[in-house]
């Protein structure tokens, strides 16, 4: 089909009648040279989203993530009880900014050793609690967390953080150890400081100046 000035010609019924042509084609072929161009162009975009590749790498970190609720649990090494510490954002519109007081304490024991986890969730919606661990681990190569303590004698070894998918793979976090020394001095009022730093492309070792911070909280520990 050809097109002069600024509308294409409609094509007769009878001429397509063994093909598939619908109604809403030939309608399409009724509309302006501009309109019909447009209309082409988008089916050609929607085709390629249709193509796009779930399993392929991410590219980037995309934006900085809605936390609601952030769990810090640490288990002893060897067995024992694990404690528990929760920071809540309870519109999500606070964070990454402390909000709340924690709901737990990190009562941890001189001499021992604490396997730790760190789960983030956005669960303002009940119905639609999301996962943002999850998306985290998925941008690992995005993201790092650094964890610091006022306690004297504790400290998380940065060698203690599981690692991204970089080669080598370096830091991320998600999973770590707080090492309490022997010597450690008690204390009743020292508080863990984690922070979630989230770079735009590929983070390295994570030390790098340009970044978004996705999280910076305390939570409460003692010595004993």
């Given amino acids: 089909m050809s097109c002069s000035g600024s509308r294409c010609p409609l ?8 093909g598939n042509l619908n109604f809403t084609q030939v309608f399409v ?16 975009v929607l085709l390629g989203a249709c193509g796009d590749d779930p399993t392929a790498p991410i590219e980037g970190g995309g934006d900085p993530e809605n936390i609601a609720r952030v769990t810090v649990t640490l288990t002893p090494v060897g067995g024992g009880t694990a404690v ?9 519109t606070s964070l990454p ?8 304490t990190l009562a941890l024991t001189k001499g021992k050793t604490y396997n730790g986890t760190i789960e983030l969730l956005n669960d303002l919606d009940p119905k639609d609690i999301v996962d943002i661990s999850d998306e985290v681990q998925k941008e690992a190569n995005f993201h790092r967390f650094f964890y610091t303590l006022t306690c004297s004698g504790v400290n998380v070894p940065v060698s203690s953080l599981d690692l991204d998918t970089q080669v080598p793979g370096q830091p ?12 450690a001095a008690s204390s009743t ?3 863990l400081h984690v922070e979630l730093h989230h770079f735009e492309s590929a983070k390295g070792n ?15 520990v003692t010595i004993s």
């Fill in 84 to 92: 528990t510490s929760v920071r809540v954002d309870p519109d999500g």
């Fill in 29 to 44: 072929m009724t509309m302006s040279r501009s309109t019909l161009t447009g209309f082409l162009v988008s089916g050609l």
């Fill in 11 to 18: 094509v007769g019924r009878n001429e397509f009648q063994s």
């Fill in 206 to 220: 994570g030390l790098g100046s340009t970044f978004d911070t996705d999280l910076s909280l305390d939570f409460p």
């Fill in 189 to 191: 009022n020292c508080s």
């Fill in 172 to 183: 991320l976090g998600l999973k770590f150890q707080v090492v309490v020394d022997g010597t």
């Fill in 97 to 104: 900014k402390p909000v709340n007081v924690a709901v737990g």
